[in-house]
């Protein structure tokens, strides 16, 4: 029988599992409650990045809404959102071509003004600075590995900190068991995908009665240009080529800062070709005549990719368990037609601060906070993410053309009428893993050989994410049955894990006559996206936390 682990545990009042905009939104509302009501309230925000936004990527245009209610004087204690949008363009590409929609076709809330162009990576960062100035302790480089729970059943925190195990598990002279932060609620934002708030979803059957939740992947890259091509304050976003009308996607492109622009493409997970790679359609797009100009002369100096949740209100599981919640991605608050969701993530964290202080005052512990979910109902961010919720089914149903001209009906209509529309709430029927298609169905697809001057391969590109992790250790991308790769999804499927992946993890190697196909997991090159844990079509392969510390450093992101 195996022993039980001894570990040292610390009490707090509220554990934070992620630093993201969520989590840190969360623990300075709490810090802002418990001061005005001239009490003490224990805070700690765990983040598995090597430092507070290492980890965080995004386009970003950002909504300033929740962070004008958490720091009304953001711009004063130097919020790095430091871009205003001056110029939003929307187009329709063709292989060689654009169409450039007005601005007035577009719902009112897809127009831009009044949002800032930055990096959430930065935004992050500050926002660190100014929970710690509040109190709140922030513990970087501590991956949260599992819950812990009390014996009623409720969560009563989390493991953290377990390093030096090697590769084939035995304990090596670094070994550190790590440590259990205990809280009286614990708020799980780890972001999408995250492999806690999957075991929490599966104890408490927190999907239950919900539609399944639907992502996709963002690839994003960080140019710097010369003068000539810079325009500050751009936000150009687009839809068509080079994906076909089955394929849900687009691009988006931001101009700000010390002449950066920030470039990237979300190809839908819900596509059915399996000879699909979206990095090679993402550099694929950079050649088209109406983005490539905006790069010449100028130096990539980052990448990185993210899967995204796209799933909207429908797909939000229950936000509540005994004692804790799921707040941001973890649950999945992105509003999908506005390519934001960091605002919602903030005030999500907000309303769950909020709620879990006030039990707090009244000597509450490890309950269900249940007001939470109707304090979320209740906000903007339900009525922004109701007014959009047949979006993404429209797009999957009748195709981009179609589905985004009778989407975009349904945006004005539920805006103009007030949440009513004649769809009534549409579902998706099927996750992305089962909306994958077989090999023999479809054609291959011959992806250009990159420049390496405007397009480039995927080990190039790993190496400008500065992703890292300790070699001897076990790998944190799990096979459920090794077998399958080769057994199943090759003859079916032509094993897309080799294409989905955007930073080269997974590969089938064969011998010198081109038999014994094996298939290996490069996990060093890993940048935490998760997209193989969400669409390998036999769900086989499982993401689960490295060391802490460990996947990609982005600078700017």
């Not at 989390?158 to 195990?165: A, E, H, I, T």
């Not at 599966?202 to 992947?217: D, H, S, V």
Request: proline share 7%.
């Amino acid at each position: 029988m195996t022993e039980a682990v001894e570990r040292e545990s610390m009490e707090y009042d509220v554990v934070i599992v992620g630093g993201g905009p969520a989590g840190l939104a969360s623990a300075i509302r709490l810090k802002q409650l418990a001061a005005a009501a001239g009490t003490e309230v224990s805070v700690a925000v765990l983040e598995k990045g090597s430092e507070v936004g290492a980890h965080i990527l995004s386009g970003a245009v950002i909504d300033p809404k929740a962070l004008n209610e958490l720091i009304p004087d953001w711009k004063a204690l130097g919020a790095p959102l430091e871009t205003p949008v001056t110029k939003d363009r929307f187009l329709v590409l063709g292989p060689q071509g654009e169409l450039s929609l007005p601005m007035f076709a577009l719902p009112p809330f897809m127009h831009n003004h009044g949002c800032y162009i930055s990096s959430l990576a930065n935004i992050c960062r500050w926002m660190a600075g100014q929970a710690e100035a509040l109190g709140v302790e922030i513990y970087p480089g501590f991956a949260a590995s599992e819950l812990v729970f009390r014996e009623d059943g409720s969560v009563k925190g989390v493991v953290v900190g377990v390093v030096g195990v090697a590769k084939d598990g035995h304990h090596k002279a670094s070994y550190e068991p790590g440590m259990e932060l205990h809280g009286k609620y614990v708020f799980i934002g780890e972001g999408v995908r995250g492999s806690l708030a999957k075991v929490l979803e599966a104890k408490f059957n927190l999907r239950e009665g919900r539609e399944p939740q639907k992502f996709g992947i963002g690839l994003k890259e960080l140019w710097q240009v010369p003068d000539a091509s810079f325009q500050p304050g751009l936000a150009q976003h687009s839809t068509g080529w080079p994906l076909d009308n089955n394929t849900g996607g687009g691009s988006f492109m931001y101009h700000f800062g010390d002449n950066y622009v920030a470039i990237g493409y979300v190809v839908h997970l819900s596509y059915k070709n399996p000879w699909l790679s979206p990095f090679d359609e993402f550099q694929r797009f950079k050649h088209h005549p109406s983005v490539k100009p905006h790069l010449e002369g100028g130096k990539r100096i980052s990448y990185g990719a993210r899967a995204i949740t796209e799933g909207g209100w429908q797909s939000i599981p229950k936000l509540t368990f005994p004692g804790g919640v799921l707040i941001g991605c973890s649950a999945g608050f992105v509003n999908v037609p506005r390519i934001k969701g960091s605002h919602n993530a903030m005030k999500t964290g907000m309303l769950a601060a909020e709620e879990a202080f006030k039990a707090l005052q009244a000597g509450r512990a490890g309950d269900e906070l249940v007001s939470y979910t109707a304090a979320v109902e209740n906000s903007w961010v339900a009525k922004e993410l109701k007014l959009v919720r047949n979006a993404k089914p429209l797009l999957s149903k009748l195709g981009t053309f179609l589905g985004g001209a009778v989407g975009m009906f349904d945006m004005w209509c539920t805006h103009l009428l007030g949440g009513f529309s004649f769809f009534g709430t549409l579902k998706h029927g099927k996750t992305d893993a089962e909306s994958t298609g077989l090999a023999k169905d479809y054609p291959k697809i011959d992806y250009p050989k990159p420049d390496g001057v405007i397009s480039f391969d995927k080990l190039s590109s790993v190496f400008l994410s500065a992703t890292n992790h300790e070699e001897d250790q076990p790998a944190h991308l799990k096979l459920k049955d090794p077998s399958i790769p080769i057994d199943v999804n090759l003859p079916l499927y032509g094993e897309p894990a080799r294409l989905y992946c955007p930073a080269g993890v997974y590969e089938v190697l064969y011998d010198e006559a081109g038999n014994n196909p094996k298939f290996q997991i490069n996990a060093q090159n890993c940048v935490h996206c998760k997209t193989c844990d969400i669409k390998d079509p036999s769900q086989n392969i499982v993401w689960t936390t490295p060391e802490g510390g460990g996947g990609p450093n982005y600078p700017n992101m």
